[in-house]
């Protein structure tokens, strides 16, 4: 026969650690890495796998030569309407799109490159909050207590569903660098133990993609500014390619006056129940 107070004192234990974690996940927000320390570990591409980020590179290269490709043929073009400004405009312009693309990825290559270099770590602890969602779009976030602290980590779905049923101290197998998270095992279980998931409204979830959305709005607004601006019917005169540069700028500047209000309704609406 189970003794009863065994059984309430496991369940009283269980409400301790369930009030912790709460109070732990307060304090993850001050622990986390600056702005530089981002930049280091990966920028908007923190978490992702180092093969993935060596492709998207890859693509983001191809696209800017193509830009630049396709501004130096409209360059050639305007060359043969003498229409030296207008053509030099546009090329500005694709390469400026070009670089606002590789720019976003371009943080990430040099942590990809040394993780591919160097040997994953192991990191174990006990875990203290977990949420569906992470500043990566796709990953989930785990917060662990480790020697130095609160630290997190973006995982996988299917990795993120292996702590339901009780998990309590949690080993992670990473890249030193983007903290990609090759492997997740749970080292020690408790079956009163709960995962605390803090509830996810359409706002998070959307402030998620925000910075990507931000990039491709403006590169989409500086293109189509540049393309709408080479048509107007001003013939070969300086103000055709003046017309298509503030063409250009001001969908751009409209684009990013547009997410901005987009990012404070957001902001408003990040206050979640407790």
Known sequence: MRNPGSRELRRRQARLEGQRRAEVREKVEAQAPNQQERLRRGGLFLGVSPRQVTRLALATTLGAVVLVGLGVLALLIELGQNDLPLGVVLVVLAALCGGAGASVVAPAIPPARRDQKTSPETVQGQLVGASEVSGTPGLALVALNVNRGIQEFRVRPELYQKLQGGAVTVGLTVT????????????????????????????????????????????????????????????????????????????????AVGLRLYARRLMRGLDLPT
């Not at 402030?207 to 500086?222: D, E, H, K, M, N």
């Not at 601006?229 to 298509?244: N, V, Y």
């Open 176 to 255: 030193p660098n983007l903290q990609h998270v090759l492997t997740l095992t749970v080292i020690r279980r408790d079956r009163l133990a709960r995962l605390q998931s803090p509830p996810i409204s359409r706002a998070v979830r959307m402030s998620v993609w925000l910075p990507y959305l931000s990039f491709a709005a403006l590169i989409g607004g500086l293109a189509l500014g540049g393309l709408i601006g080479a048509f107007l019917p001003l013939g070969t005169s300086p103000l055709h390619a003046l017309a298509a540069a503030l063409l250009a700028a001001a969908l751009a500047g409209g684009v």
